[in-house]
């Protein structure tokens, strides 16, 4: 089976923290995705790759980075936290080049910032 | 954005009733998928159908795609309480990733 492993389940972080939230599959998957989910609004596209060292920003990456340096890991990282970036954060992987496979996702990170 | 729409939002119904979900989306697709979350955990892959398949089939989950009216459902037979959870549908693009609703809520009593 596909796995995805997110690193921490919960956090507690203060405003103006730097936050690292780690993600690892272990299917070899060439894609990987960050999303975030908050009621109401379904998961929002933060940020994805295709390839080791390669990004792109989805549909909210303001506030958000990434760092893909090898294939199995994919990190996100908030710069500088805000209350507004208290959420559940999913990591994601997909195999091959071709758009639209199946995804693949981690238990999630729930996230306060206080 | 090719963003599904999932209706309605929450779904009420007894152990055994049979419960549809549906998926409205704007834009030509070359797959739609569903996928369910339980509370608080992550989301997990139940079927998928291309733009060229009208209706498929998994245990008591039955799905149909009808590209013209740009809409799918999702039907579950035979509900059980295990069956509560959020489903979702995520839409893909030719040339973009996949965008998910914000996914109906079932909830079955039993």
């Known amino acids: 089976d596909v796995k995805v492993t997110q690193s921490s389940r919960y956090l507690v972080k203060r405003t103006g923290e730097k936050v690292f939230l780690e993600c690892v599959q272990d299917?070899?998957?060439?894609?990987m995705f960050w999303y975030r989910q908050d009621p109401g609004l379904g998961l929002r596209l933060i940020y994805f790759?295709?390839?080791?060292?390669?990004?792109e920003k989805g549909d909210i990456p303001e506030g958000y980075s990434v760092s893909r340096e090898k294939k199995e890991r994919f990190s996100l990282i908030l710069e500088s936290a805000s209350t507004n970036q208290t959420s559940m954060y999913l990591c994601?992987?997909?195999?091959?080049?071709?758009?639209?496979?199946?995804?693949?996702f981690g238990e999630g990170s729930w996230l306060t910032v206080v | 954005s090719q963003q599904g729409e999932e209706d309605p939002q929450a779904l009420s119904i007894q152990e055994g009733e049979n419960a549809t979900m549906n998926c409205s989306y704007k834009?030509?697709?070359?797959?739609l998928q569903w996928y369910r979350q339980n509370s608080g955990r992550g989301l997990v892959h139940l079927i998928l159908?291309?733009?060229?398949?009208r209706e498929k089939h998994s245990g008591r989950l039955r799905v149909t795609l009808d590209t013209s009216k740009k809409s799918s459902s999702l039907l579950i037979t035979a509900s059980r309480a295990a069956d509560t959870a959020s489903y979702f549908c995520?839409?893909?693009?030719?040339?973009?990733?996949?965008?998910f609703g914000a996914g109906t809520r079932l909830t079955v009593k039993p």
């Open positions: 994601a992987s997909s195999l091959g080049e071709v758009r639209g496979n199946t995804i693949y």
């Open positions: 299917m070899d998957h060439e894609n």
């Open positions: 790759s295709y390839d080791v060292k390669m990004k």
């Open positions: 834009t030509s697709i070359n797959n």
């Open positions: 159908i291309r733009s060229n398949e």
């Open positions: 995520a839409t893909s693009a030719w040339s973009e990733d996949m965008r």
